[in-house]
């Protein structure tokens, strides 16, 4: 796919003869240039200027490029997008743009689209609150595009060619332009930094993007005696962008000390700095502790499940202070490192691997705890969100519920679709119609909506899909983006405890099992 070429420029106020004859100029000598996008007030600010824009509009004269604009408000534009609206060819959802003659496209209000393979989002108007039709966008629209930023100082035009990074390949998104610092983010082990002095610039600055330890002294299991180091990102996410070209070992063993619930700085740097407060295993994991390498159906395979298992209620590792109500198939708990408060976690009493594969009369239950919870939080003034990240390699499930302001709820489909692509929708058979859907051989990511709808997205064998994804959304939507990851947001027991007697007592006569 060819790298989209495109211009950019500001406020334009009506003068679209001399936008225009600059936008001739720079197509000749650097074009030819796919779309012209005009950022700020389209519309002039004096009535002297609306002829030259009419004879534009009324195509007198002609657009040279497709132009897309924003900035709906000043002298004529209610005329002019009144009747752009009204226009039959306009009718219906147009998030890339109403056509208002050959060339010229209105960005309505807010939304995000694709243009030669490039994500565009966009924000049209000013924040008022009087309710006209056009120049004005509202708080919906802020938190609905909260997740893309606005960059000052764009000139009065100014090129670009971007390349779309689904036209790219791994080493090249991953590559580090010229004459850029080390990121002050990287955790780099300083002792390993001087013990490298002598490697060649040129490697540093390529292993700069990756974290890195010696560990091959501290993993005793699994170690060799060497100076090996491991990839961080290959421990984290089971897959490295670098490919067989990554300068560190893909330790399989230490990816699988991390799926077992061990401490990943332990891991990697044999030690962790937490100490009694982190929320992971300090020691490594014997293989046969590990039930995903026992054969089906091994007699203590399911045993061992529960004694590893952080939600089986019979584990030692369970965090019994954090349950608040138990049912026969389902019991409910405080989410650990929650995103808001009353953040709470709907858990199989079995040992399941998501909500869907239960037998079908153990809905009634969940749908019973789902709407007390409802309810619950309607009594707040807010509304529930549940959402359910599956894996193929998911041990046991979750069904996570959050609290949102009723105020915002009306968005949460938007930013949800705007996050994730291939999102199927269903807004009337429920859990009915998501089960029909389900398919054990493949990971899935599902919202069930306030209003009643549901999201769906499978996610396909090579997909990377961020474990997280329903806390990151909702995060952005309630501005609270530090805390997208529960292992930021972890308090002491004593203070969880606390927590967790509050909503018992709160939640006590919406609870279905008392």
């Known amino acids: 796919m060819a790298s989209p070429r495109i211009l950019l420029c500001g406020d334009v106020l009506g003068r679209l003869n001399q936008l225009f004859k600059r936008v001739n100029s720079v197509n000749k000598s650097a074009g030819p240039f796919d779309a012209l996008f005009c950022v ?21 004269a002609q657009v040279p490029l497709p132009t897309y604009f924003i900035g709906d408000y000043g002298v004529g534009a209610p005329k002019v997008l009144s009747a752009v609206s009204r226009n039959s060819a306009n009718q219906g959802f147009k998030m890339d743009g109403f056509k208002v003659c050959d060339n010229l496209f209105w960005l309505k209000g807010s939304g995000k689209f694709t243009f030669h393979g490039l994500s565009v989002a966009y924000l049209s108007g000013r924040q008022l609150s009087n309710g006209q039709q056009f120049g004005t966008y509202s708080q919906i629209d802020i938190d609905t595009l909260r997740a893309f930023a606005e960059e000052p100082g764009i000139k009065f035009l100014h090129a670009l060619s971007p390349t779309p990074s689904s036209a790219m390949a791994a080493a090249e998104i991953s590559a580090k332009p010229p004459n850029t610092t080390l990121s002050p983010y990287t955790l780099v082990d300083q002792v390993d930094r001087r013990k490298e002095t002598t490697k060649r610039a040129s490697d540093i600055e390529l292993d700069s993007q990756y974290w890195r330890y010696d560990v091959s002294n501290k993993r005793q299991k699994h170690g060799n005696g060497d100076t ?16 067989e070209k990554c300068n560190f070992p893909h330790d399989a063993d230490a990816r699988e000390q991390f799926l077992r619930g061990v401490c990943l700085d332990f891991i990697i740097k044999g030690k962790c700095e937490k100490g009694p407060a982190c929320n992971f295993k300090h020691s490594l994991q014997d293989d046969g502790e590990n039930h995903s390498r026992k054969r089906p159906g091994s007699s203590n395979t399911n045993a061992n499940r529960s004694k590893e298992c952080w939600f089986c209620l019979s584990s030692p590792n369970v965090e019994s202070h954090l349950v608040t109500s138990i049912g026969e198939n389902f019991y409910c708990a405080l989410a650990k490192g929650p995103l808001v408060q009353d953040h709470v976690l709907i858990i199989p ?40 990240w599956i894996s193929i390699r998911g041990t046991h499930a979750n069904l996570q519920a959050v609290p949102v302001p009723s105020s915002k709820a009306a968005v949460l489909k938007d930013i949800f679709t705007l996050a994730a692509e291939k999102l199927v929708s269903n807004n009337s058979e429920g859990r009915k119609w998501l089960r029909t859907q389900f398919d054990k051989n493949f990971s899935c990511f599902y919202v069930e909506l306030p209003e009643g709808s549901i999201l769906l997205h499978l996610i396909e064998e090579n997909e990377k899909f961020p474990a997280q994804f329903g806390r990151e959304v909702v995060a952005g939507l309630l501005n609270v983006a530090d805390r997208a990851d529960w292992r930021n947001c972890t308090i002491g027991k004593d203070e969880e405890t606390k927590l967790a007697e509050n909503f018992k007592k709160r939640f006590q006569v919406f609870d279905p099992s008392q």
């Open 40 to 60: 700020g007030q389209f519309f002039p600010d004096e009535p002297d200027r609306l002829d030259e824009l009419m004879d534009y509009v009324e195509r007198r």
């Open 228 to 243: 090996n180091k491991v990839c961080f990102k290959f421990i984290s996410s089971g897959t490295c962008p670098r490919g």
């Open 349 to 388: 009493v079995e040992h399941m691997p998501n909500t869907l594969s239960l037998p079908a009369d153990s809905e009634t239950e969940l749908g019973k705890f789902q709407n007390s919870l409802k309810l619950y939080y309607k009594n707040q003034g807010k509304e529930a969100v549940f959402f359910e």
